[in-house]
Structure formats: structure tokens, C-alpha cells
């Protein structure tokens, strides 16, 4: 049985302008946890920080950082203090996929900002909790669309297979440290990142039950984490012959 988290611990949101993110803030607030917000445009969290500040009467710092300048975000990370016990990895792209399909520049763009920028940041995040004396949380948010490709976001799908497996790997890793690691794989969110798609209400959850689901699993110690409905799905999903699947389109 995990122990109760410890409320005092700072936390760390990496990609805290997104929509899951926000409401992410809000729930480790509302527990007593000082924040940093960290975001490539820190001016959009000036509001964010205020209204927790005000609601929650906790410490909240805002820290710009930009996962594709992998140099400048991990220094930036090395430099927190106190050191956040608990960090969330938030950040992603999904774009277009006909774009991507056509200018490969744009599909560099998707790895980077989904796999590789969020990877070197969360080596900084692993190596600066080493030396924290207390357990610690690294959270990465990835996908159900890692789990199989599909042809309408095969781009996207492929980098946050890559995070998924870049996180297996570092929960192995630090297996026999005090660090956890946690992959959550939301469904479909109703967020900036979703808007104008037609997506099934049975499957789609909001920013706050997303937020909801990747707290309780930091205080559970959760490692792999789906949506309920989601993981019965893709079960399936992953039980579809080959020949099968390339005929489907969903
Ligand atoms: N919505 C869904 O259906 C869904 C499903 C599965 C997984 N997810 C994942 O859930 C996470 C949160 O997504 P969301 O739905 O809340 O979408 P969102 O509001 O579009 O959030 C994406 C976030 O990534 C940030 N970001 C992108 N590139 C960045 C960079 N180079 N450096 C720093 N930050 C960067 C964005 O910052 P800016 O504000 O500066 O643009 C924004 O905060 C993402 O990892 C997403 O892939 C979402």
C-alpha cells in the first residue's frame, strides 16, 4: 500500500498552458501543493497563477520553458529550487496528419514535441530527483494512440509510442531508486487539441476527468493508467489480426 502523498511536496507541470494541464493545477492546489507552471509562452499563465493563488492560497512560480530547446528547458529544470518531488509531462502535438504526410519537416516537428523534447526533459527531471531523499513522481502523459497506428494520426501515434516505450524503459530504469514512474494514456479529451473533431461522447472524457485521473494516480502509484473504457478497447484493439486492421478505418 502506498503512503499518502505528502501535500508540501512542490510540483512540477511541464506544459501547463494545456487544457489538462490547467485543470491538473487545480487539483494539486486544492491539495496544498506548491506549483511551478512551466510553459513556452509563460505570459498565458499569468492568469492561471493568479486564480490558483487566489482560490488556494499556495505558492505558485512560472517558469518558461520550451521542450525543443532541450539545452535551455533541461538547464532550466536543474536549477528548481526547492526541487519538485512530483513532475507531469504534458506537452503535445497532434497537427495534421495530411500535412505531416506531405512535409516531413511537420512530422519531425510531431516527434520532437510528443517524444524526444519531453524525453531529454524528463532525463533532467530523473537525474535532479536522484538526489532527493524522499519519493518522488515522474509522470508522462502519452496516448492510446501509441498503442497501434492508425491511418488518420499515424505521425502522432508514433511518437507517443516512442513515449510510452522511452517511459517503460526509464521505470525500469529507476525501478530500485525512490522515483516512480507513471504512464497515463487518456482516450479522446475534450480539448483545444480535439476541437472541431466529431468524437463519440461514450469515449470522450473532459480536461478535469483527465486531470482527475492522473492525480489519483500519482497518489496511488499508479504505473500505467487508462481510462477504464479505454483499456477494455484497446484490449481489443490489439487483438485485431493484421490483415484485419490495415481494412478498418476508425
Ligand atoms: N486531447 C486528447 O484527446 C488527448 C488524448 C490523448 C493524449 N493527450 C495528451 O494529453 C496531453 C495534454 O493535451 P491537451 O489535450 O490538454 O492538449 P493541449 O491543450 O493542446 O495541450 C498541449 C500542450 O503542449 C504544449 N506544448 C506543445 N509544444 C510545446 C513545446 N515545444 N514546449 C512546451 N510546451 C509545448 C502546449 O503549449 P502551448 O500552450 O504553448 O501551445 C500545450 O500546453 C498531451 O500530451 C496530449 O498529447 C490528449
Known amino acids: 500500500m ?8 512542490p510540483v512540477l507541470l511541464i506544459g501547463a498552458t494545456s487544457d489538462v494541464g490547467v485543470q491538473l493545477a ?7 501543493h506548491p506549483l511551478y507552471l512551466t510553459g513556452r509562452r509563460p505570459a498565458d499563465l499569468e492568469p492561471v497563477a493568479s486564480d490558483l493563488r487566489l482560490r488556494y492560497r499556495t505558492t505558485v512560480r512560472i517558469v518558461a520553458l520550451d521542450v525543443l530547446q532541450v539545452d535551455a528547458a533541461r538547464a532550466v529544470v536543474r536549477e528548481l529550487r526547492p526541487t519538485p518531488h512530483i513532475a507531469v509531462c504534458l506537452v503535445g502535438l497532434l497537427g495534421r496528419q495530411p500535412d505531416q504526410e ?24 530523473a537525474e535532479m530527483m536522484a538526489a532527493v531523499e524522499a519519493p518522488t513522481t515522474i509522470v508522462g502523459v502519452s496516448s492510446v494512440a501509441g498503442d497501434r497506428g492508425r491511418a488518420r494520426n499515424y505521425y502522432y501515434g508514433a511518437s507517443k509510442a516512442g513515449f510510452t516505450a522511452f517511459l517503460s524503459g526509464l521505470r525500469q530504469r529507476l525501478a530500485r531508486s525512490r522515483t516512480t514512474v507513471i504512464t497515463v494514456k487518456p482516450g479522446f479529451v475534450a480539448t ?5 473533431m466529431d468524437l463519440p461522447s461514450a469515449l470522450t472524457s473532459s480536461d478535469a476527468d483527465c486531470a482527475r485521473l492522473i492525480k489519483r494516480a500519482v497518489d496511488r502509484g499508479q504505473l500505467v493508467v487508462y481510462p477504464w473504457r479505454w483499456r477494455m478497447l484497446m484490449t481489443v484493439v490489439g487483438l485485431i489480426p493484421e490483415r484485419l486492421f490495415k481494412q478498418l478505418r476508425f
Open 26 to 32: 487545480h487539483e494539486f492546489a486544492r491539495s496544498g
Open 2 to 9: 502506498k503512503k499518502p502523498t505528502n501535500t508540501a511536496v
Open 192 to 196: 483545444r487539441m480535439t476541437a472541431g
Open 102 to 125: 506531405a512535409h516531413p519537416e511537420l512530422a519531425r516537428a510531431v516527434i520532437e514535441s510528443n517524444f524526444l523534447g519531453p524525453a531529454a526533459v524528463l532525463e533532467a527531471v
